[in-house]
């Protein structure tokens, strides 16, 4: 476990995030809402790691990190004009869109849906893991499926243990509750996940 400066991480350590998550392997980072567990989305052998370090199903789909709205056009086949709007008022930060994945983003992602969630973390740490990567990242929760999400890298190795290569502890997480989920590909939206963003929030968002 490595302990990172949150608000100025060690670029050096980054760059060694970036090369395991690079070559196939599994890093846990922070984000403002909870531990994540990462790994390249361009490789179906480092998602079956991270399936299987969570015991997550292969029928669900895993989110993906971005860097913000300008990521958007390269993972989704078609971003509707809301949810430019809503990454504008809400990135970076924690809310999960999920909308038509683009032919590039593999099965083993979207598992079968045809839809990837994105969301662009408020976080440094793990926002320079992903630019240091240099490749799309799939992050989830840091924890077994079906239990709590870890706040802590502490919490986070007390679930995963040796399943991952590298854990960067930047202390509790500043939200402690998982982002709001949204799928905009239905008409209406539909809320998948109430998180820290509130149905009000998002309703005085789409007026």
């Not at 090369?19 to 994540?36: C, D, K, N, Q, S």
């Not at 986070?156 to 040796?162: R, T, V």
């Not at 809320?191 to 789409?206: E, K, M, N, P, W």
Request: net charge negative.
């Amino acid at each position: 476990m490595v302990t990172v400066d949150p608000a100025s991480p060690d670029e050096s350590v980054l760059r060694e995030a970036g090369r395991i998550l690079a070559g196939g392997g599994l890093v846990v980072i922070p984000t403002e809402t909870v531990y994540g567990i990462a790994a390249s989305a361009l490789s179906s052998s480092a998602v079956s790691r991270l399936r299987a370090a969570k015991s997550r199903p292969e029928t669900k789909p895993l989110p993906v990190m971005v860097s913000g709205a300008s990521d958007m056009d390269a993972l989704a086949a078609a971003v509707p004009p809301l949810a430019r709007e809503l990454a504008r008022r809400f990135w970076p930060g924690p809310l999960t869109l999920v909308l038509v994945a683009a032919s590039g983003v593999g099965e083993f992602v979207h598992a079968g849906t045809g839809k990837v969630g994105l969301r662009a973390p408020n976080d440094r740490v793990a926002q320079g893991v992903l630019a240091e990567a240099g490749v799309a990242l799939v992050l989830t929760s840091a924890n077994r499926s079906g239990a709590a999400p870890a706040t802590t890298a502490q919490e986070a190795f007390e679930a995963l243990g040796d399943r991952v290569d590298l854990y960067l502890d930047a202390g509790p997480c500043a939200l402690g509750e998982p982002s709001t989920v949204l799928d905009l590909t239905t008409i209406p939206p539909t809320v998948l996940r109430a998180g820290a963003i509130s149905a009000d929030d998002l309703r005085a968002a789409t007026i």
